[in-house]
């Protein structure tokens, strides 16, 4: 994980595909479908031959309104994907998205190094970026206004940009001071944001690489394009491949998606546009 750490914060040049395997009840999307092992190693299968290049595992929803799940429940489905996951692909690098310091530390023990995928950007518990520090694990920081069971209730921002680039710079400076230097920074889509704040958020994504860290964006069939569009999140892939271009156009280093098919191709014409510019100087 290291080494693939490294070479994601090396080469801005060519964006990666997070694809997401959601084992939890209650996902906005597709909470429920991937809770047994069959399906799981199904979907997980699909990913790799549509060429997912990490696979994020979750345990927890953290939709509007998401209930908190038990720990031991958690980690029990954590394990299981885990195992499937060094069974059907040994080499593919995984991340974890999980904001407790006990469900990383346990898995970490069992399986070894992998991305730590934390939606709390270290708020939730502060030990979990002490644990990264030590372990010498990448560390995946997200913004979020709130908490998932209260986050959408009126979130406020002085200027949604200006905020989160300050509270990475806060972040950031404490991750220095405990040793944590490997990490990659996620403004956090519609987590704590409206829609005006997620558009405004998208448009002022370049802002970001003030921090020299790999940008990951995670738009995947979201409440900003579905009720934007009026349509449901079942039919908001269109709506997700042309926010992932824009993205990728501000500069992106991974898109966090479902549909890792459809991200793979439209990186492709990405950088087939990207190779047109440079033949016209």
């Known amino acids: ?28 999307y597709d909470g429920g479908k991937y809770t047994e092992e069959k399906t799981m190693a199904n979907r997980l299968k699909t990913m790799i031959d549509e060429g997912a290049d990490i696979i994020d595992l979750g345990a927890y929803s953290t939709r509007p309104g998401a209930n908190e799940v038990p720990l031991e429940w958690e980690l029990s489905q954590l394990k299981k994907a885990f195992a499937l996951i060094r069974k059907i692909a040994p080499t593919i690098p995984v991340s974890i998205d999980s904001f407790r310091s006990r469900v990383i530390q346990v898995l970490f023990d069992q399986y070894g190094p992998f991305l730590v995928n934390d939606i709390s950007g270290g708020t939730f518990d502060e030990a979990l ?25 009126n979130p406020q921002y002085q200027e949604v940009v200006t905020d989160i680039l300050q509270f990475f710079r806060n972040q950031l400076e404490r991750f220095e001071k405990i040793g944590l230097s490997k990490v990659w920074i996620d403004p956090g889509f519609g987590f704590g944001k409206n829609i005006d704040h997620n558009y405004q958020l998208m448009t002022g994504l370049s802002e970001f690489h003030v921090f020299g860290k790999p940008i990951l964006v995670g ?19 269109n709506g997700t491949t042309a926010l992932h271009l824009y993205a990728l156009q501000q500069g992106a280093s991974i898109l966090r998606v479902h549909d890792v098919r459809e991200a793979k ?17």
């Open 1 to 28: 994980m290291t080494n693939y750490f490294d070479r994601i914060a090396q080469l801005h040049t060519e964006p990666q595909v997070m694809g997401i395997l959601n084992v939890s009840e209650d996902s906005f």
């Open 129 to 153: 970026p002490t644990l990264a520090a030590k372990e010498g694990l990448p560390y995946l920081i997200m913004h979020i206004q709130g908490t998932p069971a209260n986050m959408q209730v």
């Open 265 to 281: 191709e439209t990186i492709r014409i990405f950088q087939k546009l990207e190779a047109a510019k440079s033949l016209k100087k």
């Open 219 to 237: 738009i995947s069939r979201k409440s900003m394009i579905h009720k934007l569009l009026n349509v449901s999140a079942q039919q908001a892939l």
